[in-house]
């Protein structure tokens, strides 16, 4: 069995509204050394097979299909095998 | 200036409804060799400040108090100066 992460984000040039709010609280409690925040989704993958190669291309599809929204979000990947 | 990456997820056995949503899609257009998903949150920051073990500390406060919720949440983080 494999352990995959996929790390999802908005592209350069997205607003990220929820970012933006969490970096205005972050300063209101004080934390003025944080200059940027932007919020993506995490996954957490256990997927059957062993062929890292594949499951990379797989997994990849699913991203473009299902997980992230190419249009507006780009998406990096990792599998453990 | 640092850059900072947090990952939270739901702490094991807290249940994951969207990811259990996704893990049924996946496997409804074919993808049968998922057999867990779970998401979780992913933030990007810059940080001011060069002192990668003070700005560890700092960020770990933030996740206690405002980025996770350290009840049902973990979160684990990672500091590049």
Redesign the interface.
Known sequence: ?ARARV???YKEGILDPQ?KT?LR??KS?G???????????????????TDKEG?EK?LGE?CE???ANPIIEDYDLEVDV
């Open positions: 069995m790390y999802i984000t970012g969490i609280a972050l409690l934390y003025d050394e944080v200059e940027n925040l932007r919020v993506g989704k995490y996954m957490e993958l256990e997927l059957a097979g499951l797989r699913m299909k299902l997980l």
